[in-house]
């Protein structure tokens, strides 16, 4: 990755180029690791597959795209330290002129257009597996409602609630709708988020690996208190979620 | 404004033109309002009892809006040369000359202003006030936002906030490069004595004075709490605010069609004898590519918001499911528009920028075919990808990877914008100006706004961070950090040539590096926010995100103390700043080839070029 002229070929020894090679080899795993720690800290722990996925998938763009950006801000540093002009008039002008390099230009647009071809295909290949989650026939089907401004929960046995409770490691299926406005139902920890729109059912899936309570938020402006628009996910062992659900479908029946 | 040749108007007989200016375009504008409002209230028939929404209302408020906007075009004198023309009386030269702007002095700011240099200055100060505007609503917002629970403003207000600073902003990064540096600079770049079409570039100006007053109006009733994006359905059940949107944006779309085919006929047929289109500047590039995106992409937003407006005052269901209309129709419209619009956008202050590098690095422009082929494909592929917008929709959801496929291509062109940046400064004597540091502020915010747009355009990475304030960040950095820092770029160095002297120096690099890291402090922080899972358009926020929030606030502050710095500079340097000589950078395209003040039509004698404008170098052919 050099600018060469036809005059000097071996361009590789020239002073400025070993000295954004250096840079270069500083700034890659600087970019990476900082910026690979502050998404990964941001982030937070995941409560899914997917969103382990996500995370890695975040986790492997990011170094796959740091020596990209560690040779844009080489090359930048040693321009900018090598000869510089101050003052209102201008600088003579370059004794080099580079017009065109065919060279660098062929392989530039090569190793972009190879890591265009990367993000894609593992891109699809964890979207192939999301696919697969919602035709899951072993899965439970939960019905979500948008409304202004709250999420409600039908249960398969009937039960209906403002907070979802989930079993732990089993698969769930989400058809989600809205009565009003469009909404977007996201599940934060577990990386799934799927638009409600009123008139159609949606999809999405996912399967919570994690004992705890997490966050639902709604993801589309849908009006006044569309930022409270938000409740909780308690995803619980398989006899816990029994004994709620159960006890849940009396209570409706009393009601 | 006081450097501008202020000669007195000669004394003769006042024909009708003569008398219209911009105060008898808001008069009549208002009066014909105030008729229809009256008239509409008096006649239009009660709605019926099962009407869903306030049909009457929303007919009122388009009827007098309409009224507001034809009034005051014909106030303004855009109606005279066309009617003229339909009864055979086309205009006499005097007339022509007067529609010019001929020996009028400061007045000609203010009137139906046919020369290209007068729409470029009123393009200029116009985009000032709306990023002042635009800018002082993001403060509210961000003051709002620097306290988990600190939201003082009401939530309808907030949310009409948000609207209205999305919605202008807009405007403000579509017009801010291609208003007034395409408009002033590009015909004296090109060599030619005006646009193609000078009527219609008064036109295109006058018509978004026209748009604002709607906008302003709606504010008082009820405000935009749709977002930028007014969805549907909850634009339809949106207070009367959303009529002034619907107008707005109906009227700026007929702006920048109007603008796009003006430009577009005046470089492809006004470039000066010799200038092949190896040897046109690849600013000029940029602004046709910006205009000609903008032709297929704007008739499809004017559409979007006739249907809207249909929806809400006629009680057609284009976009309510309940009558066989889907909200998905308007998210496909309206982002059909929307990511060809981003590029629109970025594109010219890209260029504008290409068009500095050779200048501030005394290099030749590097690849020049590579940056032709950077500005073509990325342009070809930006009207393939609206649908990563509706990744999350639900709408079709097996289209999601051939729109990643398209998304993702899409930073191959952009890597070769920055090849030619790079390659440009490579080697260079760099001469250290505002506009030399831009580049590299661009290179490095364009850099951080593309990677993460790249994890947007992954469909499985985009359910967790779709709609999130990672969005919000994203886009910033791209329309922002890349942008707008292009478009100020722009203006350090074209001051020269458009107000006759330099933009101050010392106060220029102070708003230079306060804006720079006011920027990148403030977004960084909600990048962090938005990766921790804070939704975006939130009035209120969990103490969890409180702490990247309050940097966001922080960064805001000193983002808009860098622009009061920048305006105040822009003021007291065209008052009474250092005079410019012709050729201040030293540059080698034809703008800087004519002396302050450029005359009526810019060139005595046509030039004629017989090489492109970046020989720097030994080469001296």
Redesign the interface.
């Known amino acids: 990755m050099s600018l060469d002229t036809q005059k000097s070929p071996q361009w590789w020894k020239k002073k400025d180029v070993k000295q954004t090679f250096i840079f270069w080899l500083i700034f890659t795993p600087l970019l990476g690791y900082i910026s690979s720690t502050i998404q990964i800290r941001s982030i937070g722990a995941p409560a899914s597959e997917t969103m382990a996925g996500v995370i890695n998938l975040i986790g492997l763009f990011t170094w796959v795209a740091a020596p990209v950006a560690a040779l844009v801000g080489a090359m930048c540093l040693t321009t900018l330290l090598s000869k510089r002009h101050y003052g209102d008039n201008p600088p003579p002008e370059a004794e080099n002129e580079i017009r065109n390099s065919p060279r660098t230009n062929a392989i530039w647009i090569t190793v972009s257009s190879v890591l265009c071809l990367f993000a894609l295909v593992t891109g699809l290949v964890v979207l192939q597996k999301d696919a697969e989650a919602i035709t899951d026939s072993a899965a439970m089907d939960i019905n979500v409602t948008g409304q202004q401004w709250a999420w409600n929960y039908d249960y398969p046995n009937g039960a209906r609630t403002e907070v979802l409770y989930l079993p732990v490691n089993k698969p769930v299926v989400f058809h989600i709708t809205s009565v009003d406005v469009k909404h977007s139902f996201w599940v934060v920890q577990m990386g799934i988020k799927m638009d409600a729109n009123p008139g159609y059912v949606t999809e999405t899936a996912v399967t919570p690996n994690k004992i705890g309570v997490f966050d639902i938020r709604c993801a589309e402006l849908c009006g006044l208190l569309h930022a409270y628009m938000q409740n909780k996910v308690h995803v619980v062992s398989q006899a816990d979620y029994d004994a709620w659900v159960s006890n849940r479908a009396k209570m409706e029946a009393a009601a | 404004m006081t450097t501008l040749t202020n000669r007195p108007t000669s004394a003769h007989k006042k024909a009708l033109i003569e008398h219209l200016n911009i105060f008898t375009a808001l008069a009549l504008g208002a009066i014909s309002a105030f008729v229809v409002w009256r008239l509409a209230l008096q006649f239009l028939p009660q709605d019926a009892e099962t009407s869903p929404f306030f049909n009457r209302e929303d007919k009122i408020t388009l009827l007098s809006m309409i009224a507001w906007f034809v009034g005051f075009m014909t106030g303004i004198g855009a109606l005279i040369a066309p009617f003229r023309w339909v009864t055979g009386k086309d205009l006499s030269h005097e007339e022509n000359m007067f529609y010019a702007g001929k020996d009028m002095g400061v007045k000609r700011y203010f009137r139906y202003t046919t020369d290209h240099k007068v729409v470029g200055i009123q393009y200029l100060v116009m985009t000032m006030f709306i990023f002042f505007i635009g800018g002082t609503l993001a403060m509210l917002i961000r003051t709002n936002l620097g306290h988990p629970e600190g939201g003082w403003i009401h939530?309808?207000a907030y949310?009409s906030i948000?609207g209205t600073h999305g919605i202008i902003m807009i405007v403000a990064t579509i017009i801010m490069v291609t208003g007034p540096f395409g408009n002033f600079i590009m015909p004296i770049m090109i060599g030619a004595r005006d646009m193609a079409f000078p009527r219609l570039n008064a036109l295109s100006f006058w018509l978004i004075v026209a748009a604002a007053v709607p906008l302003l109006w709606g504010q008082f009733l009820g405000g935009i709490?749709?977002?930028w994006?007014a969805?549907n359905?909850?634009a339809s059940?949106a207070p009367l605010g959303m009529d002034g949107y619907i107008m707005f944006i109906c009227i700026f779309a007929i702006s920048t069609m109007v603008a796009g085919a003006n430009i577009t006929t005046t470089v492809i047929r006004m470039r000066a004898k010799g200038m092949t289109w190896n040897r046109t500047p690849i600013f000029i590039y940029g602004t046709v590519a910006s205009v000609g995106l903008a032709l297929p992409a704007f008739p499809v937003f004017f559409l979007s918001q006739i249907m809207s407006g249909m929806d809400r005052a006629l009680g057609t269901g284009f976009y309510d499911?309940?009558h066989g209309g889907?909200?998905?129709l308007y998210e496909n419209l309206f982002w059909i528009m929307g990511h060809p619009e981003v590029y629109v956008i970025l594109i010219p202050a890209v260029a504008a920028l290409m068009e500095m590098a050779p200048?501030f690095?005394?290099?030749?422009?590097?690849?020049?075919?590579?940056a032709v082929l950077g500005i073509a494909g990325i342009s070809g592929l930006s009207v393939l990808v609206w649908a990563h917008h509706m990744y999350?929709?639900?709408w079709a959801?097996l289209l999601?990877?051939p729109f990643?496929?398209t998304t993702?291509?899409i930073?191959?062109p952009t890597?070769?914008l920055?090849?030619v940046l790079?390659?440009t400064?490579?080697?260079?004597?760099?001469?250290?100006t505002v506009p030399l540091a831009s580049i590299?502020a661009l290179?490095w915010n364009f850099?951080i706004g593309g990677?993460t747009g790249?994890?947007l355009?992954?469909?499985?990475?985009d359910?967790?961070l779709?709609?999130?304030m990672y969005v919000t960040a994203h886009f910033h950095y791209t329309l922002m950090g890349a942008g707008l820092t292009g478009a100020i770029a722009s203006l350090v160095y074209w001051f020269p040539k458009m107000t006759g002297r330099m933009l101050d120096k010392k106060l220029s690099w102070i708003s230079f590096w306060m804006v720079q890291i006011g920027f990148n402090v403030a977004f960084i922080g909600m990048?962090?926010?938005g990766?921790?899972?804070q939704?975006?358009?939130?009035?209120?926020?969990s103490a969890i995100f409180s702490r990247g929030n309050l940097i966001t606030t922080i960064g805001a502050y000193v983002i808009m103390a860098g622009m009061l710095i920048l305006l105040h500079a822009v003021v007291s340097s065209w008052r009474n700043g250092v005079k410019a000589p012709m050729n201040?950078?030293?540059a080698k395209t034809l703008e800087w080839s004519v002396a302050y003040p450029i005359p009526l039509e810019n060139f005595d004698v046509l030039p004629i070029v017989s090489s492109d404008a970046?020989g720097?170098?030994?080469?001296k052919s």
């Open positions: 939530p309808q949310n948000v709490s749709t977002g994006t969805y359905p909850l059940q499911a309940a889907s909200g998905w200048v690095s005394r290099n030749p422009l590097f690849s020049f075919n590579v999350m929709a639900g959801p999601n990877a990643m496929l993702e291509l930073s191959i890597g070769m920055f090849l790079v390659g400064l490579w080697r260079g004597r760099l001469w250290i590299f290179l850099m990677i790249i994890y355009s992954d469909v499985p990475a359910a967790f779709h709609g999130s990048f962090i926010v990766l921790a899972g939704p975006r358009r939130v009035e209120g926020y201040p950078w030293q970046y720097y170098g030994k080469a």
